[in-house]
């Protein structure tokens, strides 16, 4: 988690040196070397809006980050930006400006349209260089932070994939589900084949994909559903489970076991065979927004509950900063004995 403070704090000090570097010597040297001193000579008014809406552009831009708009395809939102950005500078280049006074009111007026023509020429000029400015240093910023994140993603992926293979299916699961099993065929159970299948495609999905970047959301949801029915195995009627899964695009693609913490900590913490416990898995996917919900109460171990998941929430929270930055919320709810984790992503803005 480090990394990514770290690298937050990196962005702010950069957004910081681009923003001084703008505001106290390009604009200055822009308006010292460009037409400012004609600009005050003819309307004081005139000089401070021009700063002001030229100023006003380049927070704008950022403000409103026009790489991600481009780069997510908000094109509407950019243009509706865009042209009001355009509007205020043409309205700003109808400022009634002094006239020119000559002798013959003839060259007072013809003066006075080639003073106002030129100004004109030169606002949008000036508008133009610092909308260059501004749009090249956000992408420049933008190209900086993705490389950025890429090379600290490769610098912990063995690291990521080691803890994968530890986190896939934690001891305290594959022994009991193993004990369960071995009940299962010691009492000549007719669930016993279906339980070893459903084992046996659990393990090998979780070594097969450990290596892989992306898996379908139909695989994903049928590795959650195995794991589920075998974990039903061990517990009676006194754990109620609900899995629900609505995916209207079973072919998207996500990262492999970005789920598994959460449910493997609803069976840890919410599971009983002595106290009636309900515990809720949801996955939706629907228009590219996908949605996954736990929720259970906490049954037992609720010391170690908040001594050791923090550390494995964290560890998700880093793994999705990492493949969906600005595209993810998680949220997690602890509240009356009930625990709930609620995650969506916005796989639409996500290349």
Excluded at 320 to 335: F, G, S, T, V
Aim: glycine letters at 2%; proline letters at 4%; charged letters at 20%.
């Amino acid at each position: 988690m480090h990394y990514f403070c770290a690298m937050k704090s990196l962005e702010h000090k950069t957004d910081f040196i681009f923003d001084l570097f703008f505001a106290i010597l390009f604009m200055p040297l822009l308006m010292l070397l460009g037409p400012a001193s004609y600009w005050w000579a003819v309307s004081p008014v005139f000089t401070c809006l021009a700063v002001a809406d030229l100023y006003g552009c380049y927070y704008a831009t950022k403000f409103f980050q026009f790489p991600q708009l481009i780069l997510n395809r908000r094109y509407a939102k950019l243009a509706i930006i865009s042209a009001l950005m355009v509007i205020i500078t043409y309205l700003l280049t109808c400022y009634p400006l002094p006239k020119v006074n000559f002798l013959l009111p003839s060259m007072s007026e013809y003066q006075t349209r080639m003073r106002n023509y030129h100004v004109t020429i030169s606002l949008w000029f000036m508008w133009s260089v610092v909308m260059g400015y501004a749009i090249s240093v956000a992408f420049i910023k933008e190209l900086y932070y993705r490389r950025l994140l890429q090379s600290i993603a490769e610098s912990q992926r063995n690291r990521a994939e080691l803890a994968l293979f530890k986190a896939q299916i934690t001891p305290h699961f594959l022994f009991n589900t193993l004990n369960s099993l071995y009940s299962l065929v010691i009492g000549t159970s007719d669930k016993a084949e279906e339980a070893f299948i459903k084992f046996t495609e659990l393990l090998r999905y979780s070594y097969v994909t450990a290596g892989n970047d992306w898996v379908s959301i139909r695989d994903e949801a049928n590795y959650i559903s195995n794991y589920i029915d075998l974990e039903r195995i061990r517990l009676n009627s006194h754990t109620t489970v609900v899995w629900e899964c609505e995916v209207d695009d079973d072919s998207t693609i996500i990262p492999p076991m970005i789920f598994l913490t959460f449910v493997e900590n609803a069976f840890k913490y919410g599971a009983s065979n002595m106290h009636d416990s309900n515990i809720t898995i949801q996955l939706r996917l629907e228009k590219g927004r996908l949605q996954f919900t736990t929720t259970n109460p906490l049954m037992k171990h609720a010391d170690e509950f908040r001594k050791e998941l923090p550390v494995g929430i964290s560890n998700c929270r880093s793994r999705l900063e990492a493949i969906y930055p600005h595209h993810h919320q998680l949220h997690i709810l602890e509240e009356k004995g009930l625990f709930t984790v609620y995650l969506e992503i916005n796989l639409n803005n996500h290349e």
